[in-house]
Nanobody
Framework: QVQLVESGGGLVQAGGSLRLSCAAA????????MGWYRQTPGEEREWVAT???????SYADSVKGRFTMSRDNAKNTVYLQMNSLKAEDTAVYYC?????????WGRGTQVTVSS
């Protein structure tokens, strides 16, 4: 059974840091591109970051220089280190895995940044 389970969300003050984790199971993790997305009520889900199967990362302009995504294939886990958090980073953060038209999603973890 495919599972993506996010953790690490919470309430933090502006300027603070959080580290999100996403534990994967049920598929060959190392072969999949992994990504983080976020969504606020009434808005479209927004892409945040991607890590490719070779470890190369890419980021949305809104988080570049503040967020760092990484993967640990031995632990079937991806991480999102979020620094210098801003109120506008408040959202539900979702983990995603995709490969050749197959796309899996987690249930999300809430991040709230107080100003």
């Amino acid at each position: 059974q495919v599972q993506l389970v996010e953790s690490g969300g919470g309430l933090v003050q502006a300027g603070g840091s959080l580290r999100l984790s996403c534990a994967a199971a049920g598929f060959t993790f190392s072969r999949y591109y992994m990504g983080w997305y976020r969504q606020t009520p009434g808005e479209e889900r927004e892409w945040v970051a991607t890590v490719a199967i070779d470890g190369l990362t890419s980021y949305a302009d809104s988080v570049k220089g503040r967020f760092t995504m990484s993967r640990d294939n031995a632990k079937n886990t991806v991480y999102l280190q979020m620094n210098s958090l801003k109120a506008e980073d408040t959202a539900v953060y979702y983990c995603s895995a995709w490969l050749r038209g197959i796309n899996y999603w987690g249930r999300g973890t809430q991040v709230t940044v107080s100003s």
